[in-house]
């Protein structure tokens, strides 16, 4: 089998809502564009990808993908998943890892095909189903926050994550309005998404401890790995970060050996497809850590999120980002957790979902390849 065209479909995406998770999304809005990765065969198999995101479009990384890395597959074995990726992988300085990742992502699709099994049983299945935990978005008060979290408490979902506004009086301030709402029983989480200074970090960490959140994310920029160091050592909540640390799987490396996080954290957005994140699962794995997995920032993304999750034994939750309105598009049946707050495997060949093909067709702003 060998690959005979790679093309990217550019389509619209209409009525995003007014959303925003931290200083570094800012508040975004009505259009995006996302990006159908077609990867074609000889034998008449396709693989597919998502390429972009509400608050990211697909023509930022799309034209480094066709330009940089359909070079690379055209004429190959789709199969050879690991050759190909590393060979992508020494190209990141020329293209971008969500461009790797979709690239990625679409070879799997295709050896899922080939096999006619889902993805996560080409990878070895571990599980059939995982609890799902609402994530926000920012909010505009304490209360709005702790309405929400009763919500999706009282529906049966695993746990809530915390969005805050991101300045830190005000943001100990929401997580003691939600423990004070969902009672000292339920999983709570804070991702401060990189905004405190460790003064700040600190303050709030000793806060959370004290309300028993499950996990404390992201407090510090993604560079500053010594003051990890330090506020791991001062805080009993356990760490989370690496989630956008820069770089591939060679990123982690620093994480492990200097003891800065608690569990590894990724998506196969950011980390650069399933190849990337099933290598940083296993090797969380050795150091008996979990690997948290971000969610996609898109729907398809987040069906490859899926398969891996039910795959790798050290991944607790499956994250479902809010609003839907800005993280669903695309697809005609998307992900939705079942009344006992379960997301359940996929059993379809390949990724499994049901492209929604015509209104990818009318939506169609471009053609790259």
Request: aromatic share 10%.
């Given at each position: 089998?060998r690959i005979t065209?790679?093309?990217l479909?550019?389509?619209?995406?209409?009525?995003i809502?007014?959303?925003?998770y931290?200083?570094?999304t800012g508040?975004f809005?009505?259009?995006?564009?996302?990006?159908l990765l077609?990867?074609?065969?000889?034998?008449?198999?396709d693989?597919?990808?998502?390429l972009?995101?509400a608050?990211?479009?697909?023509?930022?990384d799309?034209?480094s993908l066709?330009?940089f890395?359909?070079?690379?597959?055209m004429?190959?074995?789709p199969?050879?998943?690991?050759?190909?990726?590393?060979a992508?992988?020494?190209?990141?300085r020329?293209?971008?890892?969500?461009?790797?990742?979709?690239?990625?992502i679409a070879?799997?699709?295709?050896?899922?095909?080939?096999?006619?099994m889902p993805?996560?049983?080409?990878?070895?299945?571990?599980r059939?189903s995982?609890?799902a935990?609402?994530?926000?978005?920012?909010?505009?008060?304490?209360?709005?926050y702790?309405?929400?979290?009763q919500?999706y408490?009282?529906?049966?979902?695993?746990?809530?994550k915390?969005h805050?506004?991101?300045?830190?009086?005000?943001?100990i301030?929401?997580?003691e309005?939600?423990?004070k709402?969902v009672g000292?029983?339920?999983?709570?989480?804070?991702?401060a998404t990189?905004?405190?200074?460790?003064?700040e970090?600190?303050?709030?960490?000793?806060?959370?401890e004290?309300?028993d959140?499950?996990?404390y994310?992201?407090?510090l920029?993604e560079?500053d790995?010594?003051?990890?160091?330090?506020?791991?050592?001062?805080?009993?909540?356990?760490?989370?970060a690496?989630?956008?640390?820069?770089?591939?799987?060679?990123s982690?490396?620093?994480?492990?050996?200097?003891?800065a996080t608690d569990y590894l954290?990724g998506d196969?957005?950011v980390?650069g497809?399933?190849?990337?994140?099933?290598?940083?699962?296993?090797l969380?794995e050795?150091?008996?850590?979990n690997?948290?997995i971000?969610?996609?920032?898109?729907?398809?993304?987040?069906?490859?999120?899926l398969?891996?999750?039910?795959?790798?034994?050290?991944?607790e939750f499956?994250?479902v980002?809010?609003?839907?309105?800005a993280?669903?598009?695309?697809?005609?049946?998307?992900i939705?957790?079942?009344?006992?707050?379960?997301v359940?495997?996929?059993?379809?060949?390949?990724?499994?979902?049901?492209?929604?093909?015509?209104?990818?067709e009318?939506?169609?702003?471009?053609?790259?390849?």
């Amino acid at each position: 089998m060998r690959i005979t065209d790679v093309k990217l479909t550019l389509f619209a995406w209409d009525d995003i809502p007014a959303t925003q998770y931290g200083q570094h999304t800012g508040k975004f809005a009505g259009r995006s564009q996302l990006g159908l990765l077609t990867i074609s065969t000889d034998e008449g198999i396709d693989g597919h990808a998502f390429l972009g995101s509400a608050s990211r479009g697909a023509q930022m990384d799309g034209e480094s993908l066709i330009h940089f890395l359909k070079p690379i597959v055209m004429g190959q074995d789709p199969l050879d998943r690991e050759r190909l990726y590393q060979a992508m992988y020494k190209r990141q300085r020329m293209t971008t890892l969500r461009a790797i990742g979709a690239v990625d992502i679409a070879l799997w699709d295709i050896a899922g095909k080939y096999a006619e099994m889902p993805i996560h049983r080409l990878m070895g299945s571990y599980r059939t189903s995982c609890p799902a935990y609402a994530s926000s978005a920012v909010l505009p008060s304490p209360e709005a926050y702790a309405e929400e979290a009763q919500r999706y408490k009282q529906d049966g979902w695993a746990a809530y994550k915390i969005h805050p506004p991101t300045r830190w009086q005000e943001d100990i301030k929401v997580c003691e309005a939600v423990r004070k709402a969902v009672g000292d029983d339920y999983r709570i989480m804070l991702d401060a998404t990189w905004c405190y200074q460790y003064p700040e970090a600190l303050r709030v960490g000793f806060a959370v401890e004290a309300l028993d959140f499950y996990w404390y994310e992201d407090p510090l920029g993604e560079e500053d790995i010594l003051n990890y160091v330090k506020l791991r050592q001062q805080l009993s909540v356990p760490i989370m970060a690496t989630e956008y640390s820069p770089g591939g799987l060679p990123s982690y490396a620093q994480w492990l050996t200097l003891q800065a996080t608690d569990y590894l954290r990724g998506d196969v957005a950011v980390k650069g497809g399933l190849t990337a994140c099933l290598k940083t699962a296993h090797l969380a794995e050795a150091f008996s850590m979990n690997y948290e997995i971000h969610h996609g920032g898109n729907s398809l993304n987040n069906f490859a999120n899926l398969h891996l999750t039910m795959a790798v034994k050290n991944c607790e939750f499956f994250e479902v980002l809010l609003p839907a309105a800005a993280q669903k598009y695309g697809i005609i049946d998307d992900i939705e957790p079942d009344s006992n707050g379960l997301v359940h495997a996929v059993e379809k060949p390949g990724l499994g979902a049901d492209i929604d093909f015509e209104l990818i067709e009318r939506k169609k702003v471009a053609v790259l390849g």
